[in-house]
């Protein structure tokens, strides 16, 4: 999760009763420079019991979830690595997840590709002159 993500999180009252988790648990210590990310660096959610510790009571995301119930843009909030799934990137890289590389991805088959789920997320981070040019790749 990008740090000015985490700030925002840890700033947030409302959204930390709501985690059963205390704050100083949610994320990693490492700070991790990464000019990807839009603050230029990161660091990892924390995981308890093998799962996140933003998982929403039985599936999906408890950050997403509270940005939704609360009219915050969850770009705010949530983890660019989260939004943009099941495509991701790396060194410079816009690829799909390994989930998907693998043939893991439990939502995987008939429908969008990976670039038409997250079209309008790439859009949202990389700007829509990206977004041009890889719609000009996808259609060939």
């Known amino acids: 999760i990008d740090v000015a993500n985490r700030d925002r999180l840890l700033a947030d009252e409302a959204f930390a009763a709501r985690i059963p ?5 949610w994320f990693t210590v490492d ?17 308890r019991n093998g799962v996140c510790v933003f998982r ?8 997403h979830a509270y940005a939704m119930e609360t009219g915050i843009d969850y770009h705010l ?3 660019m690595v989260s939004t943009l799934f099941p ?5 410079g890289v816009l690829g799909p997840s390994g989930e998907v590389a693998d043939g893991t ?8 590709t990976v670039y038409e789920g997250a079209r309008g997320e790439l859009a949202y981070y990389f700007g829509d ?4 040019e890889l719609d000009g790749l996808a259609q060939r």
């Open 56 to 63: 929403a009571p039985g599936r999906g995301c408890a950050i």
């Open 77 to 79: 909030l949530k983890p």
């Open 87 to 91: 495509a991701t990137f790396d060194y």
């Open 105 to 112: 991805l439990i939502c995987a088959g008939d429908g969008p």
């Open 31 to 47: 700070v991790v420079a990464d000019p990807e990310f839009p603050s230029g660096a990161y660091v990892r959610t924390a995981t």
């Open 129 to 132: 002159a990206f977004v041009g």
């Open 21 to 25: 988790v205390p704050r100083e648990a």
